[in-house]
């Protein structure tokens, strides 16, 4: 299960990760859909691009301008958390978004907990693939935490300033109050 | 000062309810320490030796007297009676439980206060110039800038798990008076020939373990840009900043590493793609938020008064406050009134509820109910009409706020040292009374005149010693031994400078007798008006060294029993100082 468009939903995807014995360029991508790390992506590109669905993972040291001009090609990009006090994985999302033009899912993976749901959604996240010792439900609280917020990012556009009238100090005798 | 509005007050009550779910979830087991721990620092409460700490966000130090009887009111109520303000313009609380966090951010919140942010690897608490609005080298106000700052970086999604903390400091006179150059972003306001504002933006400075002055990227940001261009600095800080050792993490490291120059290529890289988007500040709101720091209601006064220079004339005590405590204000017959939390003996920065209470009364009588905390850990009321200063200070000094040594060398700097603190090595607060106690005499201190002294119990550096002209770091020694390294030299303001050391530490109980003679040294070799600090860029450190070390020390040790109830080496066990 994951959390994806603020709901809780039944995942078929596969997040392929390596381990020591196996190479980006060796590795066997198992059929289905299965979401590959960005070295294997770009090892074998032109093998995996031919199936009608894929995806990718970034780890948080890696670039997502190392997908330019091939974004268009995922069903789902995914950011991993290695550990979720590790923030790089927010500017890589909000580069996929802003910069980049990723529009499909973009999913946190991970050690994602519910106390960082609110920022992720902000910066472009869509989906949240939590810890699996957490209860989901819980976690799915975690993206309502803020009604309102002050700075733009990839989710508002505008910052506060510039989407409601906000009053300035008007009565005088409001300071001395 | 700042008003909430109702979507201020909304961000942050729904904080104090994120916050008390988070509390709930810690103590039920739900989520561990480790997990819990990034949370409640983000919320300024650190674990300390004794108890929880928290620390309350005074943004850019300005505050209402009605706040500062908050603060008085949970120094009652949750601790043991007072509350440290800090070189942050913040305030601590030292003894709480972690169970009654959430009703004092509840108390807080209901006086438009928070701790969102005071810790944690992420934007802290934006500091600013103490006479902001008022001091006569005044540019532009760097208040509204400051107050958009703070919103700007309240909960920014993308920068709360940094590498690193990151301090942003902003001045607004032509003298800096908020330590801009030590900060990882310096902010100076100023006018370019059009007459517009603009800021002045320096990077990478900061102090800790490696003390490094901020460097200039840009020489001019207009301020509509001002949050973009702080936007893409902590982006490509937050993707390339080191996280493989906590040491390295700081942006000045990265700064280093790359070199300004290729910083700033990728910093103005990334911003060209938000430069006049819609993060662009507005003039409405900037003009909106200045409404909030517009001048109080003056009075049409003058500057001369026979009544102050008559009791000036009669009391050495009071013409001493005088000239060290009060300072010039823009406005004829207004004065900027520095309360010293310094009294020597006292602990630098510890405030009682009772003082706490009394301050806010004075601010309300004396100063339009306002007040602001400085860096130096003073208070400061900013707006006090010159013929009102005698009775100030008689009041004030009833409660042991008026000691002349504002600028002075008892005007210390000190952290709470390892009394408190789990990082430190050797104790500092009481370092701070015994060299207080050493140069208690008023005449001598005048006679030295403008000197700073900072302390930190360890080489992290929250006492600012690398910029004090003589500071002073408890160091790792073995054996529960407190040392101290002694540097000199350091200074802020336009001409910051980073102190060196002397030389080999120093025991606790000989710091006071190298302090003693540095000034001899200066006393010896000092012009006529100059200050120490110039005395020591003049002619250097050797003088200094050689004299420090010229003699031995005869001062007696005193024998410690128990060496681990000084200091102690680990701190799983409850550990109480002599001191409490």
């Given at each position: 299960m994951i959390i994806k468009n603020k709901t809780i939903v039944a995942d078929d995807w596969i997040v392929l990760r390596l381990n020591e014995q196996e190479s980006a360029e060796n590795v066997t991508v198992p059929e289905g859909k299965v979401i590959v790390p960005l070295p294997v992506w770009l090892q074998q590109r032109d093998a995996l691009q031919q199936r009608a669905e894929i995806g990718v993972w970034l780890a948080s040291a890696e670039r997502p301008e190392d997908l330019k001009g091939d974004i268009h090609k995922f069903s789902v990009i995914a950011v991993d958390f290695p550990k979720f006090s590790d923030g790089r994985g927010y500017s890589i999302a909000y580069n996929l978004r802003a910069r980049l033009g990723y529009t499909a899912e973009l999913r946190a993976i991970g050690d994602v907990l519910r106390d960082q749901l609110f920022y992720m959604q902000r910066v472009g996240f869509d989906a949240f693939a939590t810890r699996p010792d957490r209860n989901i439900e819980d976690a799915l609280?975690?993206?309502?935490?803020?009604?309102?917020?002050?700075q733009t990012s990839f989710d508002q556009k505008l910052p506060l300033f510039r989407r409601v009238q906000r009053k300035g100090n008007l009565a005088a005798d409001m300071v001395n109050e | 000062m700042y008003r909430y509005d109702e979507y201020d007050q909304q961000i942050v009550d729904e904080r104090v309810k994120q916050y008390r779910d988070q509390v709930r979830r810690r103590l039920s087991g739900e989520l561990t320490e480790e997990e819990f721990l990034p949370l409640r620092l983000q919320n300024g409460l650190y674990m300390q030796i004794h108890a929880y700490m928290l620390r309350i966000a005074v943004p850019y130090g300005l505050i209402s007297s009605k706040q500062m009887r908050m603060f008085a009111h949970i120094a009652r109520k949750y601790d043991r009676g007072y509350g440290h303000f800090t070189t942050r313009q913040n305030i601590q609380f030292n003894w709480l439980k972690l169970e009654d966090t959430p009703d004092i951010l509840a108390d807080l919140a209901a006086v438009e206060m928070h701790a969102i942010q005071t810790s944690g690897n992420c934007v802290r608490n934006i500091t600013s110039d103490e006479f902001a609005g008022v001091a006569q080298d005044e540019v532009v106000d760097p208040r509204p800038y400051a107050e958009i700052l703070r919103q700007w970086s309240t909960f920014h999604p993308e920068f709360a798990y940094l590498p690193r903390k990151f301090k942003i400091a902003i001045s607004g006179g032509k003298e800096d008076r908020a330590a801009v150059y030590a900060h990882d972003i310096g902010l100076s306001v100023t006018k370019n020939a059009q007459g517009e504002a603009g800021f002045r933006v320096l990077v990478g400075g900061g102090l800790g373990r490696t003390p490094i002055i901020g460097s200039e990227i840009c020489e001019f940001v207009p301020w509509q840009h001002i949050l973009t261009y702080v936007e893409s600095i902590l982006r490509i800080y937050n993707q390339y900043g080191r996280r493989d050792n906590k040491y390295k993490a700081r942006i000045k490291i990265l700064v280093k590493a790359l070199g300004i120059d290729e910083f700033k290529r990728q910093v103005e890289a990334d911003w060209a793609d938000l430069k006049d988007g819609p993060g662009t500040l507005t003039s409405e709101e900037v003009n909106r938020v200045a409404t909030f720091f517009t001048d109080p209601a003056y009075e049409k006064l003058t500057n001369h008064d026979s009544q102050l220079n008559e009791f000036k004339a009669d009391s050495c005590s009071f013409s001493n406050w005088m000239q060290r405590n009060v300072k010039a204000h823009r406005v004829p017959g207004y004065a900027i009134v520095v309360l010293s939390l310094?009294?020597?003996g006292s602990v630098p920065g510890d405030t009682t509820a009772e003082q706490m209470e009394v301050i806010a009364d004075l601010a309300d009588r004396y100063s339009f109910g306002e007040l602001r905390i400085t860096h130096k850990q003073n208070l400061v009321l900013a707006d006090v009409r010159q013929k009102d200063l005698i009775r100030l200070w008689q009041e004030a000094t009833a409660q042991e706020l008026?000691?002349?040594?504002?600028?002075?060398?008892?005007d210390m700097i000190s952290c709470p040292g390892a009394e408190f603190c789990t990082l430190a090595n050797a104790r500092s607060i009481p370092l701070a009374q015994l060299i207080a106690e050493r140069f208690e005499d008023w005449d001598f201190q005048h006679d030295i005149g403008e000197i700073s002294l900072n302390i930190s119990g360890c080489v992290n550096a929250c006492g600012q010693h690398h910029i004090g002209n003589i500071g002073i770091t408890g160091v790792e020694k073995k054996d529960h031994d407190e040392w101290y390294q002694v540097s000199l030299g350091g200074a802020e303001g336009n001409l910051s400078s980073i102190g060196k050391i002397i030389g080999p530490s120093f025991t606790f109980n000989q710091v006071p007798e190298v302090i003693d003679r540095l000034l001899q040294v200066y006393l010896r070799e000092r012009l006529e008006a100059e200050s120490f600090i110039d005395t020591v860029r003049r002619i250097g450190h050797v003088p200094f060294k050689e004299h420090v070390y010229a003699t031995d020390f005869t001062v007696a040790e005193e024998e410690i029993a128990d060496k681990h109830a000084v200091?102690?080496?680990?701190?799983s066990v409850p550990y109480y100082s002599p001191r409490f």
């Open positions: 609280k975690g993206l309502t935490d803020f009604s309102e917020v002050y | 310094k009294k020597p008026t000691a002349p040594n504002i600028g002075l060398l008892t200091v102690p080496a680990q701190y």
